[in-house]
């Protein structure tokens, strides 16, 4: 049982050698940098992913606490028009801050391609 698992084993290894060499790869760790250099690479800014849900908190608290208590007022349609467009500058805010967060590190090729020119 262990010569036989060891025999599939090595078979493996000898199969992911032959792709290696046909890549260009040397050894286990070039194979991880390669990964690493085709994948491209996020970076979150958490600042902005808190102050993006405490906006979306607030939207969803002016609609849900705020408005009904000047239900069945005079002021109840004013309010709500002041609602509706904190809404939309808070949900502009929002999308804003999670584009902002989010930045795509530069790899080693980033970095060639920017210093050749």
Same mark, same amino acid.
């Given at each position: 049982?262990?010569?036989?698992? @060891? *025999? ?30 085709r994948l491209p690479r996020f970076k979150i800014n958490i600042f902005y ?13 002016? @609609?849900?606490? *705020? ?6 007022t005079a002021e109840y349609a004013a309010v709500q028009n002041i609602v ?34």
């Amino acid at each position: 049982m262990f010569v036989a698992s @060891w *025999f599939k084993l090595r078979g493996a290894t000898q199969r992911l050698e032959i792709v290696n060499k046909e890549r260009g790869v040397k050894g286990v760790g070039d194979a991880a940098k390669l990964e690493e250099e085709r994948l491209p690479r996020f970076k979150i800014n958490i600042f902005y992913v808190i102050s993006s849900v405490c906006s979306l908190v607030l939207v969803g608290y002016s @609609w849900l606490v *705020f408005l009904p208590a000047f239900k069945d007022t005079a002021e109840y349609a004013a309010v709500q028009n002041i609602v509706i467009l904190l809404t939309v500058l808070l949900v502009a805010v929002s999308g804003m801050q999670i584009y902002l967060s989010v930045k795509r590190e530069e790899t080693q090729t980033d970095n060639s391609a920017s210093k050749s020119e």
